[in-house]
């Protein structure tokens, strides 16, 4: 964490940021976030993160008192006051206080600084596993603080050798636990269309890439495809080689998720130079 952050309506240290132990933050698990990279000190891709952010909100029914453009100048000042070069920014809206302790109330908003570690080399290189789990996450298409279900499954994958959870039910895949998920076969690029976050990697890579199918998937073809990778800001694109006991492919990764990855990488430099 970086020392400066947004609460109460001013930049403050972070180590004095507060919430009351009432918030429906923390008694209810109610509440909004999301998290975008800078780059360069530029935050990568802004404007889309904060439709989504504004767009979360308005869906839980949050009051946000920033307009577009004064989130972000705090976000600039943030920036700026942490001299956050590389890192990542998150942004947080509790659910606030309530009478009745159940419906939402005035929610809260922060705005951290964090540095970042993304996953490491040989992760990229060779591939990671996934677990799968029958789920699928509530209200997917907003970006609510409600982890809770991968945060106690966590114990289980690190114990298995997985990277994390692939969530599928009645036989369709929907995301991983922070990442969305593409299969290729046959040259064909294909992802998920529903029960899912419309991550601001997945809409990118999509725009990168030329044979795209936007539709459900199943298991079944997850395992038969040629090659599989999840995408996430904090991950960009990690090849998956393995499904429990699984391999994908040939349990390489692939030179289809390679190649946009690379693809990505010269999209985010000219971006953010
Ligand atoms: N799906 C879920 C459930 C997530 O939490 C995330 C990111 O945190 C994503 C997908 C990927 O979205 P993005 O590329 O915007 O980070």
């Given at each position: 964490m970086?020392p400066?952050?947004f609460a109460d309506?001013?930049?403050?240290?972070?180590?004095?940021?507060?919430?009351?132990p009432?918030?429906?933050?923390?008694?209810?698990?109610?509440?909004?976030?999301d998290?975008?990279r800078?780059?360069?000190y530029?935050?990568?891709?802004?404007?889309?993160?904060?439709?989504?952010?504004?767009?979360?909100?308005?869906?839980?029914?949050?009051?946000?008192?920033?307009?577009?453009?004064e989130?972000?100048?705090?976000i600039q000042?943030?920036?700026?006051?942490?001299?956050l070069?590389?890192?990542?920014?998150?942004?947080?809206?509790?659910?606030?206080?309530?009478?009745?302790?159940?419906?939402?109330?005035?929610?809260?908003?922060?705005i951290?600084a964090?540095?970042?570690?993304?996953p490491?080399?040989?992760?990229?290189?060779q591939g990671?596993?996934l677990?799968?789990?029958?789920?699928?996450?509530?209200?997917?298409?907003i970006?609510?603080?409600?982890?809770?279900?991968?945060?106690?499954?966590?114990?289980?994958?690190k114990?298995?050798g997985?990277?994390?959870?692939?969530?599928?039910l009645?036989?369709?895949?929907?995301?991983s636990?922070?990442?969305?998920?593409?299969?290729?076969?046959?040259?064909?690029?294909?992802?998920p269309d529903?029960?899912?976050?419309?991550?601001i990697?997945?809409k990118?890579?999509?725009?990168?890439a030329?044979?795209?199918e936007v539709?459900?998937?199943t298991?079944?073809e997850?395992?038969?495809?040629d090659?599989?990778?999840?995408?996430s800001?904090?991950?960009?694109?990690?090849?998956?080689?393995?499904?429990d006991?699984?391999?994908?492919?040939?349990g390489?990764t692939?030179?289809?998720s390679?190649?946009l990855?690379?693809?990505?990488?010269k999209?985010?430099?000219?971006l953010?130079?």
């Open positions: 970086k400066f952050c309506g001013q930049i403050i240290p972070t180590e004095s940021a507060t919430i009351h009432m918030d429906l933050g923390l008694i209810r698990g109610y509440g909004i976030f998290f975008f800078t780059v360069n530029k935050a990568l891709f802004l404007d889309h993160y904060l439709d989504r952010f504004i767009a979360s909100a308005k869906k839980t029914y949050l009051s946000l008192d920033y307009s577009r453009d989130l972000k100048g705090i000042e943030l920036i700026d006051k942490n001299d070069k590389e890192g990542g920014i998150r942004m947080v809206l509790s659910g606030g206080m309530s009478e009745n302790h159940f419906s939402p109330g005035k929610g809260k908003l922060y951290f964090e540095s970042l570690i993304f490491s080399q040989q992760k990229y290189e990671v596993k677990l799968s789990l029958e789920y699928v996450r509530p209200i997917a298409e970006k609510t603080t409600n982890y809770a279900l991968a945060v106690w499954h966590s114990a289980q994958w114990q298995q997985a990277e994390d959870v692939i969530y599928h009645n036989g369709y895949i929907s995301e636990s922070r990442s969305n998920f593409f299969i290729v076969k046959d040259g064909v690029i294909s992802t529903r029960h899912i976050l419309m991550g990697t997945r990118h890579i999509l725009e990168l030329e044979n795209v539709r459900p998937i298991m079944q997850a395992l038969a495809a090659e599989a990778f999840i995408t800001t904090t991950k960009v694109l990690l090849p998956v080689t393995q499904i006991d699984l391999k994908i492919g040939n390489k692939g030179p289809v390679l190649d990855l690379e693809r990505f990488k999209m985010e430099k000219e953010c130079g």
